[in-house]
């Protein structure tokens, strides 16, 4: 028999940073109620002259994202994935979800990982 766990919640990796509320807003939207949401971004701890260092190499490694103050930014696929697996990887949470949208946008995307 299934026990329902204590304290239920999900972290989520955005790949720009947080806070992102209405991210979270639309994740809260298709949860169960008493689900939390532990949000955290790819980007969190870099500055604005630290992100714009890592621009994209090529059409393909290229992610576009709002940063919290509004402004979209296009930069390398390549780092948020390594950072995104590095704050996954330290992330002691059942469950993380990602998203992002190559650019230009034209899908969204997301993954759902157990760990």
């Known amino acids: 028999m299934n026990k329902p766990l ?3 919640r999900i972290g989520v990796v955005v790949i720009g940073q947080s806070p992102r509320p209405s991210v979270a807003a639309e994740i809260s939207a298709v949860l169960s109620p008493g689900i939390s949401i532990e949000l955290r971004g790819a980007l969190d701890g870099m500055s604005r002259a630290e992100i714009e260092a890592i621009p994209p190499t090529d059409g393909y490694d290229t992610l576009f994202t709002l940063l919290p103050d509004g402004d ?4 390398s696929k390549k780092q948020v994935e390594r950072r995104a697996s590095e704050r996954l990887a330290s992330s002691s949470r059942t469950a993380s979800t990602s998203r992002c949208w190559p650019a230009p946008v034209n899908s969204r995307t997301s993954h759902l990982r157990a760990s």
């Open 6 to 8: 204590k304290h239920q």
């Open 72 to 75: 979209g930014i296009i930069i």
